[in-house]
């Protein structure tokens, strides 16, 4: 899936280059503002791709397409879209944060770590994390509709980096709605993500949770023994079995 979709992005970004205009836009950029005048050529470009990938949106999102009497043309010196300008501020965000990381004075052999666009973008032009999803879902319409989004964002960006699809995350965003205080809706969602990751001991484990919670001990012991079942060498898990006999007892 994913493959498919960066290669339509890939072939919506060389289209653009052939219906521009005969002079190269590439060559004499006249309007820019944030990167230094001899960014241009192939350099300009590579560096268009890149927030074209970060983003994981074509030239048109950010730049103006026209109609005149020689038909469709870029006009990338326009000004006219909003995320363009946008995109500037982001250009200036950016340097402020490698600055002051620059700023740390980490020593001379300290190998820094630049922020690009894509390490926070990750392919998409608002870079919500699944568990920001999740949220909003589960406020706006439901459990069920949350659990619907998820699969359809698996579906189509599993093996990316967009969104994090591991058990782990999955779990550990339903153990966060237990500490927020939403019993029913982190039942829900572990129950969720133990069907979904049936192979991931944590999910198991969180289920065993939100029981607990819920102090319904026998559904909570069944459910760490299931943890146990995928990885018996949790001391940890043991321990919660055993506090959840005594529970039982008392
Ligand atoms: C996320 C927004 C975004 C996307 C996507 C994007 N650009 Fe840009 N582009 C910009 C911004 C912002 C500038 C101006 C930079 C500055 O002011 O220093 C710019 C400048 C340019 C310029 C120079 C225009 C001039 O005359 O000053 C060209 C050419 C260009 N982009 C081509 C492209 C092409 C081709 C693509 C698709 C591969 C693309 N851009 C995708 C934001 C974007
Ligand atoms: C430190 C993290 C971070 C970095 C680095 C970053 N962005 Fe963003 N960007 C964001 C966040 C967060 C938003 C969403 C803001 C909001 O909610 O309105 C955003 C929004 C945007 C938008 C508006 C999207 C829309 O449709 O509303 C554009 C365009 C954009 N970024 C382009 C870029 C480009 C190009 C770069 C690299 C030069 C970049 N960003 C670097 C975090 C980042």
């Given at each position: 899936?994913?493959?498919?979709?960066?290669?339509?992005?890939?072939?919506?970004?060389?289209?653009?280059?052939f219906t521009a205009q005969a002079?190269?836009?590439?060559?004499?950029?006249?309007?820019?503002?944030?990167?230094?005048?001899?960014?241009?050529?192939?350099?300009?470009?590579?560096?268009?791709?890149?927030?074209?990938?970060?983003?994981?949106?074509?030239?048109?999102?950010?730049?103006?397409?026209?109609?005149?009497?020689?038909?469709?043309?870029?006009?990338?010196?326009?000004?006219?879209?909003?995320?363009?300008?946008?995109?500037?501020?982001?250009?200036?965000?950016?340097?402020?944060?490698?600055?002051?990381?620059?700023?740390?004075?980490?020593?001379?052999?300290?190998?820094?770590?630049?922020?690009?666009?894509?390490?926070?973008?990750?392919?998409?032009?608002?870079?919500?994390?699944?568990?920001?999803?999740?949220?909003?879902?589960?406020?706006?319409?439901?459990?069920?509709?949350?659990?619907?989004?998820?699969?359809?964002?698996?579906?189509?960006?599993?093996?990316?980096?967009?969104?994090?699809?591991?058990?782990?995350?999955?779990?550990?965003?339903?153990?966060?709605?237990?500490?927020?205080?939403?019993?029913?809706?982190?039942?829900?969602?572990?129950?969720?993500?133990?069907?979904?990751?049936?192979?991931?001991?944590?999910?198991?484990?969180?289920?065993?949770?939100?029981?607990?919670?819920?102090?319904?001990?026998?559904?909570?012991?069944?459910?760490?023994?299931?943890?146990?079942?995928?990885?018996?060498?949790?001391?940890?898990?043991?321990?919660?079995?055993?506090?959840?006999?005594?529970?039982?007892?008392?």
């Amino acid at each position: 899936m994913k493959i498919i979709q960066y290669f339509l992005l890939l072939n919506a970004l060389v289209i653009p280059l052939f219906t521009a205009q005969a002079q190269n836009p590439f060559e004499e950029p006249k309007n820019l503002q944030v990167l230094p005048e001899t960014v241009k050529g192939d350099q300009l470009r590579q560096l268009m791709r890149n927030f074209s990938f970060a983003t994981g949106e074509r030239c048109t999102y950010c730049h103006v397409q026209v109609e005149d009497e020689n038909g469709a043309r870029m006009d990338f010196e326009s000004d006219d879209m909003e995320t363009k300008k946008i995109a500037r501020e982001m250009m200036k965000m950016m340097g402020g944060i490698n600055r002051d990381i620059r700023a740390l004075n980490r020593g001379d052999d300290h190998q820094y770590t630049r922020v690009v666009c894509t390490t926070c973008h990750r392919g998409q032009a608002n870079p919500f994390l699944i568990e920001q999803v999740m949220d909003s879902q589960i406020a706006e319409a439901g459990t069920d509709a949350a659990k619907a989004k998820y699969l359809e964002l698996k579906e189509r960006y599993y093996g990316g980096h967009t969104y994090d699809f591991t058990g782990f995350t999955l779990a550990e965003y339903a153990n966060s709605l237990i500490n927020g205080g939403n019993i029913e809706d982190a039942l829900e969602m572990a129950k969720f993500s133990v069907a979904e990751y049936p192979k991931e001991a944590y999910a198991h484990q969180i289920l065993g949770n939100v029981y607990m919670q819920q102090e319904n001990y026998a559904a909570a012991i069944a459910a760490f023994e299931g943890s146990l079942a995928v990885n018996p060498d949790q001391g940890f898990v043991k321990g919660l079995i055993e506090q959840a006999k005594e529970a039982m007892e008392q």
